[in-house]
């Protein structure tokens, strides 16, 4: 999974109040921030690196150190640990990581191969995103469409009140970055717009990954709060 993560975090808030938003939608995604630092370290190579030419399909990297079995153990840990200390309250510290947990448990149904530890250990995950990338992506729309529906009954029992155009700007998020997944499950930007093949240099997809993630952040971090009193 990639944008549906997100979800999880909504739903940590909304049963915890007071948490810290931040510090959830980070934990939701912990995995996919660990991907792109282990990229740079040269530890967790991804290709293609020119985002006009990559596909969720034709997209392979080797999550060894982030996104395998047996270092979700450290990273459940470290989170733990880091609620503690920015947010003083063990309830959050365990909901982050349960978050982490969470996004190990979905990104084996629909994302990426997994393994134990290492490709030459056992697959753990069906790996949908290469073998059946569409099905990949629609059971991820349907899980994210049932944690965001999820969040606003939660909100609707505490008697939470939102504007419909703030609704719909979160929810519309979520449904953005859904179809967007299906535009490039199978055809990149050069197949769909003629892009000319160009070197430019650098990897262009982890940065466009980093870019999206921490926009989405700072999108909901600014529209979740905004509750009618």
């Known amino acids: 999974?990639?944008?549906?993560?997100?979800?999880?975090?909504?739903?940590?808030?909304?049963?915890?109040?007071?948490?810290?938003?931040?510090?959830?939608?980070?934990?939701?995604?912990?995995?996919?921030?660990?991907w792109a630092v282990?990229?740079?370290?040269?530890?967790?190579?991804?290709?293609?690196?020119?985002?006009?030419?990559?596909?969720?399909?034709?997209?392979?990297?080797?999550?060894?150190y982030s996104h395998d079995l047996l270092p979700q153990v450290f990273w459940m840990?470290?989170?733990?640990?880091?609620g503690k200390l920015w947010c003083k309250s063990t309830p959050v510290a365990i909901a982050g990581a349960v978050l982490v947990l969470l996004h190990f448990i979905f990104d084996l149904i629909s994302g990426h191969p997994h393994h134990v530890?290492?490709?030459?250990?056992?697959?753990?995950?069906?790996?949908?995103?290469?073998?059946?990338?569409?099905?990949?992506?629609l059971i991820e729309a349907v899980i994210t469409a049932?944690?965001?529906?999820?969040?606003?009954?939660?909100?609707?029992?505490?008697?939470?009140?939102?504007?419909?155009?703030?609704?719909?700007?979160?929810?519309?998020l979520f449904v953005f970055g859904i179809l967007f997944m299906f535009f490039i499950a199978t055809r990149s930007f050069r197949d769909w717009f003629g892009v000319p093949d160009f070197d430019p240099g650098f990897n262009t997809t982890i940065p466009n990954l980093i870019v999206t993630y921490a926009a989405m952040v700072f999108f909901l971090l600014y529209h979740v709060p905004k509750v009618n009193k």
């Open 146 to 172: 049932i944690t965001v529906s999820y969040f606003f009954m939660q909100e609707s029992k505490l008697g939470i009140q939102r504007t419909s155009f703030n609704r719909w700007s979160i929810i519309g």
């Open 117 to 137: 530890f290492g490709t030459d250990t056992v697959n753990i995950s069906l790996g949908l995103y290469a073998s059946s990338t569409y099905v990949a992506i």
């Open 38 to 64: 282990f990229h740079y370290a040269g530890l967790e190579p991804t290709t293609p690196g020119d985002i006009f030419a990559t596909t969720l399909q034709n997209m392979t990297v080797e999550m060894l």
């Open 1 to 34: 999974m990639l944008v549906g993560h997100f979800s999880t975090a909504l739903v940590a808030h909304r049963k915890l109040p007071g948490s810290s938003l931040a510090f959830l939608l980070i934990a939701s995604q912990l995995q996919d921030i660990l």
């Open 77 to 82: 840990a470290i989170v733990f640990v880091v």
